[in-house]
């Protein structure tokens, strides 16, 4: 299984982009990357998932190298309601999409 | 619609007790997973559910824990007997299933505290 590996926490400032990068030396072919989003006492909720190149919605964009070995999460002009833990997950293979959680970025974002 | 929700939202027992914790998936998601936190560590998957069967347990800690999802719509995981190392809190979560699809949502977990 891909291990993915990203900053344990970041800061910035409301009205800012924020690039969040996680790397996954080991992803398999048939792995898809996933972000998630948690904010305290709540569940976590999707925010993106993509398999290369760029995937873009209403919320952020993604960015897949060509060699797949890392992503970029993208948070356009954030609020302080960013502020949140962000997960990079790599999809597991099979048929049963199990999430393997690591521990996430901790964002905070600044007034 | 309604979101993916569990019950109770907090819940202490003494060790030795049982506790059965409750998740209703959203409607028509054949797909239902658990996963815990335990304090401190990250995220782990427990089991999954496709519509009543169990499609992979092997992430279940030990045979203390029991799931189940009759009919193929609410799901209960039970504790039986409780030890203090189970506490954490308990994530839901139910996806529609569509193919290369990572899309979970999740309940706002149970937590769970053993004294």
């Known amino acids: 299984l891909a291990k993915t590996t990203q900053p344990i926490s970041m800061d910035s400032y409301e009205g800012q982009e924020v690039n969040i990068t996680c790397s996954h030396n080991?992803?398999?072919?048939?792995?898809?990357i996933t972000w998630y989003q948690q904010f305290p006492s709540q569940g976590p909720r999707f925010i993106i998932q993509?398999?290369?190149?760029?995937v873009t919605n209403e919320v952020a964009s993604l960015f897949i190298p060509a060699d797949r070995k890392s992503s970029t999460l993208s948070l356009p002009r954030v609020s302080l309601s960013d502020t949140a833990v962000y997960y990079c997950l790599v999809g597991t293979r099979g048929s049963n999409y199990q999430l393997i959680w690591g521990a996430g970025t901790k964002l905070i974002i600044k007034p | 619609e309604a979101g993916v929700t569990q019950f109770p939202s907090h819940s202490v027992i003494e060790k030795g007790q049982t506790v059965t914790l409750r998740c209703d998936p959203i409607?028509?998601?054949?797909?239902l997973y658990w996963y815990r936190r335990v304090m401190g560590k990250e995220i782990k998957f427990l089991l999954h559910f496709v519509k009543e069967s169990k499609q992979d347990e092997s992430g279940m800690p030990n045979n203390r824990f029991l799931a189940e999802r009759t009919g193929g719509t609410y799901s209960t995981l039970k504790v039986q007997p409780a030890e203090l190392e189970d506490s954490g809190v308990y994530f839901c979560?139910?996806?529609?299933?569509?193919?290369?699809?990572?899309?979970?949502?999740f309940g706002p977990g149970t937590r769970l505290t053993v004294t």
């Open positions: 993509g398999y290369k190149t760029k």
């Open positions: 979560a139910s996806s529609a299933g569509r193919q290369y699809s990572y899309e979970q949502y």
């Open positions: 080991n992803i398999a072919t048939n792995d898809y």
């Open positions: 409607s028509g998601h054949d797909n």
